[in-house]
């Protein structure tokens, strides 16, 4: 980044005064301090990205000693949540929780939460698009699914809702106790009032959706006339028409579609000032390579695989002031996503997030994918491979509508062909980069103008409306081995 850029924009008078409370900064806390202290009692630095603005974020810091937890089950995670409310409160979280199960501990799996009326092998029968989208198109989509099947999934996900997601409330650190804390099979949800959470050196994995939804109009096309390049294959679609013809003409024949899965295993969802730190996420032992596509040609290409897992830590629904720092993403889809769509314009404003010493191993997308939000991300380990058939590296950050993105000092260590254009992605207008100090394959490479050069009808503006503090970066060079170091449950 220019530091002339960011001399110009901190030092209009207008915002200035707009932004006093929410300059962000990147110094790293002296480590001797974090070895030495009780991490329940820890709160985020200052200027430690955006969950320091204002308030700052202390979560349970202030936690009478008879709102300090440990626990080892679902039950006991849940009862103390509801104990301790809006309290000051610490949960040390003690070995594995399944968040999966029932108050006896018993492990719940899918015949545990399905309706009597639903069937997987009956759902795609009467939902194959081979046969779904011969009916006439919707504003050029197939029509939304309906009728008792999609009644009955629908039953049957609310039924595993009620169990896996864990509603957390304001004024709360969740601390893994020891290096082998985990939280697996559920979703932590940060919901709107929610303020001021922390959540540290914990491992999530598997936030396993048993009844994934196929959306037939997602990503449908029937104006498509290329061949689709993905993964490095290439699918013609002979026959694709608007209109139903005959077994082989008509939107049947058309691509697209996708499996869509419910639960992340972090949500913060409308919640303000969350910190999450040190922790790990992943697929676990249930890989996505394990739930490949279940529909005849078109519908087999790798993005149409069963998907039976969400977001890593999805940022939605006006969430703002969010801090993730020294975490390890690794073997997961689609890790982090900010704004959950285009229309919700009462996003503006909000999703004001800071990404820093994170490693981003052997992921495929949204790192992150960003509408509306300012975000800031630096000093990132990103390590893929373009033709990993199951996780490929497809984007680091992905500029949506809106998007306000300063990116500096990460580090890229990527197999395949890439080039510096391959490290984002446009999805709108509206977007604006700065980014500076990058590294592609030990190389330093400018993102940005190697974008615009090859795609010029997309080019993204450098304007941005708001600056981060002068950084405190490590080099590029240096990140790799810092972060791997460093990253992660059991680095602190």
Known sequence: MKKSLLAVSLGAVGLLAACADVRVGFNLPPESTVQAADLGHQVLPANDGW???????TGGAKATSDNIYTVGTRKELVDALKKAGDKPKIIYIKGTINLSTDDSGRELVEKDYADPGYSFEAYKKSYDPAVWNRQALVKGKPPALSGPLEEARERSKQNQAKVVVIHIPSNTSIIGAGADAKIIRGNLFIGKGADNVIIRNIAFEDAFDYFPEWDPADS?????TEPVIEFGQNYTVPGCQDKFESDE?????CNGGR???????????GGTHVWIDHCSFSDGERLDKQYPPVFAAP???PAQKVQHHDGAVDITNQADFVTLSYNHFYQH???SLIGGSDGLTSDRG???VSYHHNFFENAKQRQPRVRFGKVNSYNNYFVGDMDDHFYPFAQSVGLGREAKVVFQNNAFDIKGKVTPSDLIWVFNDGTALVESG?????????????????????KVSTDLDWAPEEPNLLPASQVPDYVKAHAGPGKL
Do not use: C, H, M
């Open 333 to 335: 889809d689609k890790l």
């Open 249 to 253: 003409r008509g939107p049947q024949r």
């Open 259 to 269: 499996w869509n899965s419910e639960y992340d295993l972090i949500s913060v969802n």
């Open 51 to 57: 969950a320091a603005t204002g308030t700052g974020t």
């Open 350 to 352: 909000t999703l004001n």
């Open 220 to 224: 449908f096309n029937t104006k498509r």
């Open 299 to 301: 519908y087999n290409q």
């Open 438 to 458: 990058n590294v592609l394959n030990g190389t330093p490479v400018d993102i940005l103008a190697d974008y615009n050069a090859k795609k010029p009808k997309l």
